[in-house]
C-alpha cells in the first residue's frame, strides 16, 4: 500500500530526510571564513563492536584546517 501525502512538497522533503542534516555554522569557526559544516567520523572508545559496518559520524564546523563544534 503506497503512502499518501496532503501537505506542500517541501513540508514533504523536509519530513523525510534521512539522517541528520548539517548545523548551522554561521559565527561558530571563531572569524574564520568560510565556516563550512563537514560530516566526521566520531571517535568510538567501545570494545568488541557488535556491529562492523556501523561507523557513526557527526558535525563539525571547519575553516581551514581547524575543526569547531557546531
Known amino acids: ?3 499518501v501525502y496532503y501537505g506542500n512538497e ?3 522533503r523536509r ?4 539522517g541528520s542534516r548539517p548545523p548551522s ?3 561558530k ?6 565556516c563550512d559544516p563537514v560530516q566526521i567520523p566520531t571517535t568510538t572508545d567501545h570494545v568488541g ?3 562492523a559496518n ?3 559520524e557527526g ?5 581551514g584546517a581547524s575543526f569547531f563544534n557546531p
Open 1 to 3: 500500500m503506497e503512502a
Open 10 to 12: 517541501e513540508e514533504y
Open 15 to 18: 519530513l523525510s530526510r534521512l
Open 25 to 27: 555554522c554561521e559565527h
Open 29 to 34: 569557526c571563531e572569524g574564520c571564513l568560510p
Open 49 to 51: 563492536v557488535q556491529n
Open 54 to 56: 556501523y561507523e557513526p
Open 59 to 63: 558535525w563539525k564546523c571547519k575553516c
